[in-house]
């Protein structure tokens, strides 16, 4: 970007600039209009070569009047002519609007990749939110099938998560007995579910039906 460049100013010229700039502090409405056509065209072309835009530069011009229209004061005499100052501002402002415009090109760009990967993700989520549901009606039919103390043993273990011993308290009948009506009943079931289905759900059944060692 460099360093802020100063036009060459004839001393008549830095002297009125001045003179705008004390008009603009003792609330002259029409000073701001006339510090704005003696700078218009080196801010706005100091504002472009930053921001490489012809909009974004006049919205720093538009801030950088404003800016001196409600603060004159921010000048100091000591700090050197009003060219040189007027000039840092709209170097600072330039800065700024490039800082700001890169900022919400990657806020952009960030939310334009989480909603590429959310997509996908979405559409499993459906995907396997109905293969869940076509498993569910399919056991609930298969279990259908199975004779009464089957069922009962094993929607306890699969719907209650219920243990074998659980279920044997439950029910009322031995632990052997229901461990023999789980076991045929997940052989029954895999019959009529196939093998990919009752893989699908062997594991609560399986966690359910397994050995209960030291219980």
């Given amino acids: 970007m460099g360093a802020v460049s100063t036009p060459a100013r004839r001393p008549e010229d830095a002297a009125g600039d001045a003179d705008v700039l004390r008009r603009i502090r003792a609330g002259d409405p029409s000073a701001i209009d006339d510090l704005y056509e003696r700078f218009r065209r080196p801010a706005f072309a100091l504002a472009r070569r930053i921001l ?7 919205d ?4 950088v009047f404003l800016s001196v229209w ?5 000048y100091e ?11 840092a501002v709209v170097h600072h ?3 700024d609007a490039v800082r700001r415009e890169e900022s919400q090109r990657r806020r952009r760009a960030l939310a334009e990749e989480e909603l590429i990967l959310d997509e996908p993700v979405a559409a499993r989520d459906v ?3 109905v293969w869940t549901r076509m498993v569910s009606q399919k056991v609930r039919t298969a279990l259908g099938e199975l004779s009464p103390p ?5 929607t306890l273990a699969y719907y209650g998560g219920y243990t074998q011993r659980e279920v044997a308290a439950l029910t009322g009948a031995p632990l052997g007995t229901v461990k023999t009506r789980m ?4 052989r029954r079931l895999k019959q009529e579910l196939g093998d990919a289905v009752a893989d699908m759900t062997g594991g609560a059944l399986g966690a359910a039906s397994a050995p209960e060692a030291g219980r």
């Fill in 70 to 74: 409600r603060d004159p004061s921010a």
């Fill in 52 to 58: 490489a835009d012809d909009v974004l530069a006049e």
């Fill in 150 to 154: 089957q069922r009962e043993a094993l």
């Fill in 77 to 87: 005499r000591g700090k050197g002519s009003v060219a040189s100052w007027l000039l």
């Fill in 93 to 95: 402002k330039a800065v």
């Fill in 60 to 63: 720093v011009l538009q801030e």
């Fill in 183 to 186: 076991l045929s009943g997940m």
């Fill in 127 to 129: 995907e396997d939110d």
